[in-house]
């Protein structure tokens, strides 16, 4: 079994900054992409940014500049370093990865709880 853990969500003013922490643990033999997705009231889930296994990064157009994701493969966790966050950013955010729990087995897709981030003055 493997789990998610975020945590570092909050209430923060425009233009504040927040770090987001998330955790895997369990039955763990491999990491693959480690991601962080959010959704906002009435709206989808969308991708806000994505590290490979190798490093490369991608991100969401409106959070480019302000937002930086970086993993720590021994620590199985994954982080979002949020910076001039603005009223738009609020929503839930989820941790996701793809794991796979032992050598020669399919990697399956987690997901974390979610963590709020309100940022409103």
């Known amino acids: 079994q493997v789990q998610l853990v975020e945590s570092g969500g909050g209430l923060v003013k425009p233009g504040g900054s927040l770090r987001l922490s998330c955790t895997a643990s369990?039955?763990?033999?491999?990491?693959?992409?480690m991601c962080w997705y959010r959704q906002a009231p009435g709206k989808q889930r969308e991708l806000v940014a994505a590290?490979?296994?190798?490093?490369?990064?991608t991100y969401k157009d409106s959070v480019k500049g302000r937002f930086t994701i970086t993993r720590d493969n021994a620590k199985h966790t994954v982080y979002l370093q949020m910076n001039s966050l603005k009223p738009e950013d609020t929503a839930v955010y989820y941790c996701?990865?793809?794991?796979?729990?032992?050598?020669?087995?399919?990697?399956?897709?987690?997901w974390g709880q979610g963590t709020q981030v309100t940022v409103s003055s």
């Open positions: 996701n990865s793809d794991i796979a729990t032992g050598l020669g087995t399919k990697p399956y897709d987690y």
């Open positions: 369990g039955n763990i033999f491999h990491i693959n992409g």
């Open positions: 590290m490979t296994s190798g490093g490369s990064t």
